[in-house]
């Protein structure tokens, strides 16, 4: 495999934050407090909340891999896997109803009575999406078209005010019959979150490390990820999600940068709706010591050669 060169970047102190006419900024306070929140289950079995900096807001997420499974070994992932999981799927019944009282605290602001939300501000408390997400890949849990339809269940029983859903994904997953028939689901005013963090096939390798399947199926390549984020882009808009990390004090060259702005045209040229690219860094202490926050500064300039290479929107969070 060809060495991947990183270059350094300079101290995220002295960065400038590129801010766009239709994300206005937060308070300091505000962005300090997104970037240290964790997901909290409050006894939950697969319901967690967290202030979610790209959502800029409230999330309610479903963790839709209880059992910490997933496909690839990212080096910025902040979930742990030696710990034994209680659950090794999601139990529809339990997660519809701690969805509903989740929903209820939120909407009663009864959450800010729990622990670790008394000061949190009030621009950051409202809803702003309901994510399928949580300690691994979520397309590949067993009984996803389940999940979704538990969801949109609630939803769609009109006990709490219309809700976004908003599916996180690698994107490894989308091809799979399950996922297609929970997608078919989603309305124009849901979201799908695919996952690319790499130009190139080797970057791939280095930052989101796929592992080899179980079920002996080929081993994830860029490849992969380009068609099914192509695939469900030619039928509906998604989000981008590309996550730079900075690895042993270094960040992505600029060679590796212009491959992943490359690879972005791409999929807008052969007919990818592409709404947004979200343009971020490794804001939680991941599971592995090597990974850190690159500059605001360096996450502006790739925000910036994404616009004028794609023409598409791109937002550093």
């Known amino acids: 495999m060809e060495k991947l060169v990183f270059a350094p ?13 239709t994300r206005p900024a937060l308070t300091t306070k505000a962005a300090g407090l997104i970037a240290s929140h964790s997901r909290k289950f409050f006894d939950n079995r697969f319901v967690y909340a967290v202030i979610s900096q790209r959502a800029r807001g409230l999330s309610i997420g479903v963790n839709m891999n209880p059992d910490k ?6 080096v910025y992932c902040e979930v742990d896997r030696r710990e034994r ?8 019944d339990v997660m519809s109803q701690e969805l509903r009282q989740m929903l ?12 670790g939300y008394q000061s949190v501000p ?9 994510a399928l997400s949580g300690d691994g890949e979520p397309t590949l849990c067993p009984n996803f078209t389940d999940v979704v339809e538990s969801v949109i269940h609630v939803r769609a029983q009109g006990g709490f005010p219309f809700f976004k859903l908003v599916l996180i994904t690698n994107a490894t997953g989308l091809h799979l019959d399950q996922v297609r028939r929970g997608l078919r ?22 930052i989101n490390r796929p592992k080899t399947s179980p079920l002996n199926c080929p081993r994830v390549t860029l490849g992969q990820v380009m068609e099914n984020i192509l695939a469900v882009g030619q039928q509906r808009p998604v989000v981008i999600q590309s996550l730079f990390p900075l690895m042993n004090s270094e960040g992505p060259s600029p060679e590796e940068i212009e491959q992943y702005v490359g690879r972005l045209r791409e999929l ?4 990818a709706q592409i709404s947004l690219v979200q343009v971020y860094s490794a804001h939680r202490q991941s599971a592995r010591g090597n990974c850190g926050h690159l500059s605001l500064k360096s996450l502006s300039q790739i925000a910036r050669r994404v616009r004028e290479v794609t023409g598409l929107k791109a937002e550093v969070f």
């Open 85 to 92: 999981p209680r659950d090794r799927h999601v139990d529809v």
């Open 104 to 115: 209820w605290l939120a909407h009663t602001d009864k959450i800010r009575e729990l622990p």
């Open 122 to 130: 009030d621009e950051l408390l409202r809803l702003k999406e309901v």
């Open 9 to 21: 970047v300079k101290d995220a102190a002295n960065a400038l934050v590129e801010q766009t006419p």
């Open 268 to 271: 807008k040229q052969a007919g």
């Open 185 to 206: 689901l989603f309305t124009s005013q849901d979201e799908i979150w695919a996952k690319l963090d790499a130009g190139t096939n080797d970057c791939l390798e280095v």
């Open 69 to 74: 499974f997933c496909n690839f070994d990212c």
